[in-house]
């Protein structure tokens, strides 16, 4: 599968959606950007069962900016809904793999039970 292009109106919608989904948050003057984008593009092409998404920061400045990016690129891994994983820097081709597998391995019942830990006892 290829990568597709996330917006401000189908970045939630897409991210919530149940399986895996990897955000790159790129701009085109970006020199790292530009180096990751090969790899991230044949991560996705051998990993079709996983969303591969990108995010113009240049373009969508207010979805940036909500999900706090400072510094490009920044990728993002989200697993049935919850945010799993955000780092800035471009990850070699076999770093990106551990961490496609590590996402793939979480036990999503153990994670929700310890963000339920974290909650306030009101917020449960």
């Known amino acids: 599968?290829?990568?597709?292009?996330?917006?401000?109106?189908t970045f939630e919608s897409t991210v919530l959606e149940s399986g895996?989904?990897?955000?790159?948050?790129w701009a085109?003057?970006?020199g790292p950007c530009r180096m990751f984008a090969?790899?991230?593009e044949k991560a996705s092409e051998a990993h079709p069962d996983i969303v591969f998404a990108k995010v113009?920061?240049?373009?969508?400045?207010?979805?940036?900016?909500?999900?706090?990016?400072?510094?490009?690129?920044?990728?993002?891994?989200?697993r049935?809904?919850?945010?799993?994983?955000?780092?800035?820097?471009a990850l070699p081709p076999a770093s990106l793999e551990q961490l496609i597998t590590?996402?793939?391995?979480?036990?999503?019942?153990?994670?929700?039970?310890?963000i339920a830990a974290q909650q306030?006892?009101?917020a449960k």
């Open 1 to 9: 599968m290829a990568t597709i292009n996330l917006t401000n109106e």
């Open 20 to 25: 895996t989904v990897l955000v790159d948050f």
């Open 28 to 30: 085109a003057w970006c």
């Open 38 to 40: 090969p790899t991230f």
């Open 56 to 78: 113009d920061t240049e373009a969508e400045r207010e979805l940036a900016g909500a999900a706090n990016i400072t510094s490009i690129p920044t990728l993002m891994a989200f």
């Open 80 to 89: 049935d809904g919850i945010l799993v994983f955000s780092q800035p820097g």
């Open 102 to 114: 590590a996402v793939q391995d979480l036990d999503m019942d153990e994670v929700r039970a310890q």
């Open 120 to 122: 306030p006892d009101g």
